[in-house]
């Protein structure tokens, strides 16, 4: 698989990660964790290296996963962790955001040990925190690197203003953020910043949680824990409304003899050279299928087409529940 830089960071991944959350719950009860071990692997054999995880995710189990996988490969590879939530040392989720200096200080030791590494290649705060000023943060961060704990500084889901801020104390390697065929938010003012400021952009939910895939309808029912069944674009009237949207694309990956999820990760490889997207999966028929996208070169003129296909569509409802809507974009 190609390799991307992410932004003027010099840090080098593969052209796809592979976002891991679904592993260890949150699409439903948790996979297997041998299987996602071997899954895992088999990513690192098919070219990806960049591994993206949270402490959240579990919380703790999925770091441990990643721990566990990567030992062997841990020098040929990229994992990026998070900090921010406000998670007890017992895994139990306490409500809202915690990044305070000592709180991101425990989380990167304890990231450290659940990983088996001595250095996390990439640290993101996970939402901006109202109540710490990003100086702080970014300051924090600065340290942990400084004491060869964390390699590079990122953000996750940040505005404009926070970005600069941050930047300005730490520079910040990657900002990761939702974006898709189906949300294209970040094209308005974050990913004209980004270039300005020399900063790489993760996209995670590429493929619409999902739903880009063509596999979800108004029918489909999810499992108990999956957080989908929360969302109010995956309620069931909006399911039906946002077909339009899957449909068009169906036709067009099949002009292209490529499925929806390759062509949609495919239209985000064609944006910028320093975006890397993290599809997220459990299977390795969609791994497979995902790292496929990466083969798929789109013209000036496939991305006006694709445009003017979707063109006039407006997704229904909102991507998040209220509560975490107004964490992400501060």
């Known amino acids: 698989m190609q390799k991307r830089v992410v932004g003027k960071s010099k840090l080098e991944v593969s052209a796809l990660g592979l976002g891991c959350m679904g592993m260890s719950g949150n699409y439903g009860p948790p996979a297997d964790h041998q299987e996602m071990i071997r899954l895992i692997r088999a990513a690192f054999e098919r070219g990806v290296t960049f591994f993206d995880t949270a402490e959240n995710y579990g ?12 030992a062997p490969l841990r020098d040929k590879v990229v994992i990026a962790t998070k900090f921010g939530h406000n998670i007890d040392n017992e895994g139990r989720r306490l409500g809202g955001w915690n990044s305070r200096p000592e709180r991101i200080r425990a989380v990167a030791d304890a990231s450290l040990k659940r990983l088996k590494t001595d250095v996390i290649d990439l640290f993101y705060q996970h939402r901006v925190d109202p109540d710490v000023p990003i100086e702080d943060v970014a300051g924090t961060v600065k340290d942990l690197i400084q004491a060869g704990k964390v390699k590079h500084f990122g953000l996750s889901e940040p505005g404009v203003a926070t970005i600069r801020r941050a930047h300005a104390v730490q520079p910040i390697a990657a900002v990761q953020s939702e974006y898709s065929l189906w949300w ?40 108990v824990g999956d957080f989908r069944n929360s969302v109010p674009r995956f309620a069931r009237e909006a399911r039906k409304a946002n077909r339009v ?4 694309l169906g036709t067009i990956a099949a002009q292209k003899q490529a499925t929806r999820a390759q062509i949609a990760i495919a239209w985000l490889l064609a944006q910028r050279p320093w975006i890397v997207p993290i599809p997220g999966t459990t299977k390795l028929h969609r791994l497979e299928e995902n790292i496929g996208a990466a083969a798929i070169t789109l013209t000036l003129d496939d991305l006006r087409a694709i445009d003017s296909a979707l063109a006039g569509i407006t997704v229904q409802g909102a991507r998040y529940p209220e509560h975490l809507q107004q964490a992400s974009g501060r």
Do not use: H, M, W
Request: hydrophobic fraction near 45%; charged fraction near 25%.
């Open 245 to 248: 949207l899957v449909d068009r």
């Open 59 to 70: 919380p703790f189990a999925n770091e441990e996963l990643l721990g566990e996988a990567l």
């Open 184 to 223: 294209r938010q970040p094209e308005d003012a974050v990913l004209p910043a980004l270039e300005e400021l020399g900063i790489g952009f993760v996209p995670f939910s590429p493929l619409g949680k999902g739903f880009l895939t063509g596999a979800i309808d108004e029918t489909t029912s999810f499992a």
